[in-house]
């Protein structure tokens, strides 16, 4: 009986079962293999090749990698980057959140408003560039006014579809109850909408962080962009190469934070699985 006993593990004691970690981290490993098979396919891609103004050798583009994050020029021109890009969100989300909040529950005013959202949003980023200039010079101006109307239009349309998803029983319900326009704003239509908010968010600042990459190719003299225009012209391309892989990496850290807060301001949608990327 002892010896059945001292064979029982401890609850601090457990082994590590390796079926368990595979489990729990499947979507990390996918990554790393993925990950590794890319570099791979790289190192003797490049080394075949042969011409490093195409395709720089992996293990240069490795050192100006770790180099771009020690560099002080490089380091304070994504912090501008950054303050651009979270200005102009901060922009759209306090235009784009009300007015879709506004659309999804008044008919007349999606009426109304629709046919313009839709035209504008159809006009490419790329051709407010030269009106921004005009509006607003070079600079933080135009930057920040091309991340608004990228960031805008996701927002608005997410609120709205967010909005519309509620079931109509639930205004029936209050308005039986006495609740005022108001109350049933605050109490049914932005939780109700939340979710799809965020997603809105998500998307916002993902447009956001790749539209003000391409306007600080133009319209300013410093930033993350401008950086890459200045590796393109002194023709560094492994340089070059890093400050995209420095973009990306930014950029998906940045997606991963809004999952965060997705999932704590919305913790009932996660109980009975996975949602998110």
């Given at each position: 009986m002892a010896k059945h006993e001292s064979e029982v593990p401890l609850a601090g004691e457990r082994k590590l079962d390796p079926a368990d970690f595979f489990e729990k981290n499947r979507g990390a490993i996918y990554s790393i293999i993925v990950l590794s098979i890319l570099m791979i396919i790289w190192y003797f891609a490049a080394n075949r090749i042969q011409n490093t103004l195409l395709l720089p050798y992996f293990q240069?583009?490795?050192k100006e990698f770790i180099?771009?994050?020690?560099?002080?020029k490089i380091v304070s021109n994504l912090m501008l980057t950054l303050k651009r890009v979270f200005t102009g969100f901060l922009y759209a989300f306090a235009i784009g959140i009300p007015l879709?909040?506004?659309?999804?529950?008044?008919r007349a005013a999606m009426q109304g408003i629709s046919p313009i959202i839709n035209s504008l949003r159809q006009i490419p980023i790329m051709a407010w560039i030269p009106l921004s200039i005009i509006w607003f010079g070079l600079g933080d101006g135009p930057t920040v006014f091309l991340i608004t109307v990228s960031a805008i239009f996701p927002l608005v349309i997410n609120t709205i579809a967010g909005v519309h998803g509620i079931d109509p029983t639930y205004y029936n319900a209050a308005r039986s109850m006495g609740a005022s326009l108001p109350n049933i704003i605050r109490d049914i239509v932005i939780p109700g909408a939340l979710p799809s908010i965020l997603t809105g968010c998500r998307l916002a600042m993902g447009s956001g962080?790749?539209?003000?990459?391409?306007?600080?190719?133009?319209?300013?003299?410093?930033?993350?962009?401008?950086l890459m225009v200045e590796a393109q012209m002194r023709l560094e391309t492994a340089q070059l190469y890093a400050l995209m892989i420095m973009s990306g990496l930014v950029g998906f850290v940045i997606d991963k934070g809004f999952i965060v807060i997705e999932s704590k301001l919305t913790s009932w949608r996660y109980k009975d699985g996975f949602i998110g990327g």
């Open positions: 240069d583009t490795v180099n771009c994050w020690i560099d002080r879709g909040l506004l659309m999804g529950y008044s962080w790749m539209s003000v990459i391409c306007a600080e190719f133009i319209a300013t003299s410093a930033g993350f962009g401008f």
